[in-house]
Every structure is written in C-alpha cells, then in structure tokens.
C-alpha cells in the first residue's frame, strides 16, 4: 500500500511523477500558498508532507496523526519545530549543496547592483534623467580586491567567498559559529569575531540560518561599526537582521548601500521604508529560483521524503538546528 501525502505547492513534472510512483499523492490545487487553515484540515491521512516554507509546529502536527516525514523544498529548515518533531518521532529533511552557487551567483549580483548602483541608475536610463555633462553624480564603489566578510560561513558562504577570492581578487574574512581551517587554507581566509569583522570588511554577506542565536545577529551594535562606504548583503533569512536599525543606519549614512534577497515579513508591504531607498536593491527572495535548481530541488526533496517513508534514512535529514 503506497503511504499518503501532501503536497503543498506545485512541483515540477518529473517530481511529481516519481512521487506519484511512490506515494497516493494530495496536493493543493489553489493559486498561491495554500492558506494555513486549509492545511490543516488536509493532513488528516498524510503520512508524507512536501512543503517550502510553511510552519511546521505543534497544531500543525496535531492535524497530522499519521504523519512520519516532513520534507522541505529548500535548504533553509526554521520552520520546522524541531522538538514537536522529534517528540512525535517526525522525521525532517531539506535540501542543501544543491543550490550553493546559484544563491551565491544572486549574491554577487546583489554586490555588484548596490556598489555600481545598478537598479538605480538603469532607471535613471529609463526615465530619460541621463545628461551628456553627468560624472560624479554617477560614481559608484569598487568591488575588486575589496575586503569581503562573510558572517555564516557554510555551503552558500564559501561559494560566495569562492567568487569574491577568485574572480574579484577580493580578501576573504569570516566569522562562524567554528572555524574552518580547511576553506581558511583554500581560500586564504581570516576568521575575525563578529564586530572585528563589522569594523574590517567592505562588503559583509550574511548567511546564517536563522536560529533563536541568529534572530536579530545584525543590528545597531554592529551597523555602528561599519564604515561608512560599508555595504551590507543579506540572503538569508529576515529576521536575521533587525530592519529598523538598518533602516536608521541607511538613512544616517552610517553604510554606504545594501542588498536584500530576504525580509522578515514576506512578501515585504509595498509601504516598507526600505522600498523607498535608492541605495537599498531589493529582491523578491529568489536566492535560489532558477529551473535548474528548483528542479533539482524539488527532486532531492521528493526522494528525501519517499525514502523516509519506505523506512529508510534519507542523507538529508535535519536533526538540530545548525
Ligand atoms: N535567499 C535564498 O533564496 C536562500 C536563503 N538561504 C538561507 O541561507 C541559510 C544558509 O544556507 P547554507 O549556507 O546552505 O547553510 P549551511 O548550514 O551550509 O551554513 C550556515 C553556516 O552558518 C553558521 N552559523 C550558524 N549559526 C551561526 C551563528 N550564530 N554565528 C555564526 N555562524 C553561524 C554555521 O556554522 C554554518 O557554517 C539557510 O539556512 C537559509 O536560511 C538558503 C538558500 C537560499
Ligand atoms: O532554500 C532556502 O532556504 C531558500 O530560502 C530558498 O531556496
């Protein structure tokens, strides 16, 4: 008897069909994300869930008798409640490695937009702003052989310094929750402490997983020590960052830029502060949205989830948080 489950937003064909194989397959037909309410009153015989993001706690889990394996359509796992998990012996899986150079190409993008001011000045293009006489007015920052901090230095964190070291001739700092002697060695590297690493770098790309330990990592403390020509990327997750102190430091000229993939609430209100910034670029959380990854993604996580439902331990399980 195949083991029944649900599945929360459309995957791709090839996914869907080897889950099909697999598994009696549930799914949300609706446009956009399927509304937490309507979740819940659909897991009453799932024993698998294919998610990308949703709450995965306590009422979830009560909804959800039968359930044995949440499997995430994304490296990122803070909306897994581990202990509820554990606790009803729910096993969580996601999917890393896959997509550390795609998230680590949108990073560099994201370095390049805010020090040569791209978004901005395309629209300046546009808007038919642009004056034969105009100089200084259009003068951005460097990015080669600058000073990149990474803070988070994982799969997603050495791609990036990969980049910078190598196609940037860029200097690599980073602070981490250890050190890594081997990407230090690779890479030239110098683990400096958080705020040695606020004072040093130029450029500083967070890249943690959000953690109760990461919540709020970057705030006023540490835009104060930035420079003032620093530029401050985040791809993470929102609530890493304490966005009002980063709104005051944009505003007061305490940083020079930023770039933003993530924000804490998301889809970001139209009427956020940081939206009306010409020095802030901001993305709709698409570190990792390319075909190729999302569908490589998506079957990674459809073959976690079918492995742990035949009983076997799939080589992506989550066991703590990181
Ligand atoms: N914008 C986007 O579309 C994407 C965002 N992400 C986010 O990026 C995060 C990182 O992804 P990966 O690099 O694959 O994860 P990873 O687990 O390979 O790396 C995370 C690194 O952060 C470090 N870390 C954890 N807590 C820390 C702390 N308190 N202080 C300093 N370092 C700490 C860990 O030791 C680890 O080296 C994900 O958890 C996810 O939230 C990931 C993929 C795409
Ligand atoms: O994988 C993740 O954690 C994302 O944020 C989207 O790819």
Same mark, same amino acid.
């Given at each position: 008897?195949?083991?029944?489950?649900?599945?929360?937003?459309?995957?791709?064909?090839?996914?869907?069909?080897?889950?099909?194989?697999?598994?009696?397959?549930?799914?949300?037909e609706?446009?956009?994300?399927?509304? =937490?309410?309507?979740?819940?009153?659909?897991?009453?015989?799932?024993?698998g869930?294919?998610?990308?993001?949703?709450?995965?706690?306590?009422?979830?889990?009560?909804?959800?008798?039968?359930?044995?394996?949440?499997?995430?359509?994304?490296?990122?796992?803070?909306?897994?409640?581990?202990?509820?998990?554990?606790?009803?012996?729910?096993?969580?899986?996601?999917?890393? $490695?896959?997509?550390?150079?795609?998230?680590?190409?949108?990073?560099?993008?994201?370095?390049?937009?805010?020090?040569? =001011?791209?978004?901005?000045?395309?629209?300046?293009?546009?808007?038919g702003?642009?004056?034969?006489?105009?100089d200084?007015?259009?003068?951005?920052?460097?990015?080669?052989?600058?000073?990149?901090?990474?803070?988070?230095?994982?799969?997603?964190?050495?791609?990036?310094?990969?980049?910078?070291?190598?196609?940037?001739?860029?200097?690599?700092?980073?602070?981490?929750?250890?050190?890594?002697?081997e990407?230090?060695?690779?890479?030239?590297?110098?683990?400096?402490?958080?705020?040695?690493?606020?004072?040093?770098?130029?450029?500083?790309?967070?890249?943690?997983?959000?953690?109760?330990?990461?919540?709020?990592?970057?705030?006023?403390? $540490?835009?104060?020590?930035?420079?003032?020509?620093?530029?401050?990327?985040?791809?993470?997750?929102?609530?890493?960052?304490?966005?009002?102190?980063?709104?005051?430091?944009?505003?007061?000229?305490?940083?020079?830029?930023?770039?933003?993939?993530?924000?804490?609430?998301?889809?970001?209100?139209?009427?956020?502060?940081l939206?009306?910034?010409?020095?802030?670029?901001?993305?709709?959380?698409?570190?990792?949205?390319?075909?190729?990854?999302?569908?490589?993604?998506?079957?990674?996580?459809?073959?976690?989830l079918?492995?742990?439902?035949?009983?076997?331990?799939?080589?992506?399980?989550?066991?703590?948080?990181?």
């Amino acid at each position: 008897m195949k083991p029944t489950i649900f599945v929360t937003r459309p995957v791709p064909e090839e996914a869907e069909a080897y889950l099909r194989e697999h598994c009696l397959v549930d799914k949300w037909e609706g446009d956009g994300p399927v509304p =937490r309410d309507r979740l819940l009153e659909r897991l009453g015989n799932a024993e698998g869930l294919l998610t990308s993001g949703g709450k995965i706690d306590a009422e979830l889990l009560d909804h959800a008798p039968r359930l044995r394996a949440v499997s995430n359509i994304s490296v990122g796992y803070n909306n897994f409640d581990l202990a509820a998990m554990k606790a009803r012996g729910i096993i969580g899986t996601n999917t890393p $490695e896959v997509l550390n150079d795609t998230v680590a190409d949108l990073i560099m993008g994201l370095i390049l937009s805010a020090a040569r =001011r791209i978004p901005e000045l395309d629209r300046y293009v546009k808007e038919g702003r642009w004056q034969r006489s105009d100089d200084e007015i259009l003068f951005g920052l460097d990015v080669h052989h600058k000073k990149l901090g990474i803070v988070g230095m994982g799969g997603i964190g050495e791609a990036v310094a990969r980049r910078g070291k190598f196609g940037f001739g860029m200097s690599v700092l980073y602070h981490n929750r250890h050190r890594k002697p081997e990407a230090e060695a690779a890479l030239d590297a110098s683990y400096l402490t958080l705020p040695e690493l606020m004072r040093e770098a130029d450029f500083i790309v967070l890249m943690t997983p959000l953690t109760p330990e990461t919540k709020g990592l970057i705030g006023a403390a $540490e835009f104060a020590l930035m420079k003032e020509t620093a530029i401050f990327i985040n791809a993470s997750r929102g609530a890493t960052v304490d966005e009002s102190a980063l709104v005051e430091a944009l505003k007061s000229g305490q940083i020079y830029g930023a770039g933003l993939d993530v924000f804490e609430h998301e889809p970001v209100a139209s009427d956020h502060p940081l939206l009306t910034m010409p020095n802030v670029v901001t993305l709709p959380h698409i570190g990792s949205a390319t075909e190729h990854t999302r569908n490589q993604m998506a079957m990674i996580a459809a073959q976690n989830l079918v492995l742990a439902l035949k009983g076997h331990t799939p080589p992506n399980v989550v066991r703590e948080l990181k």
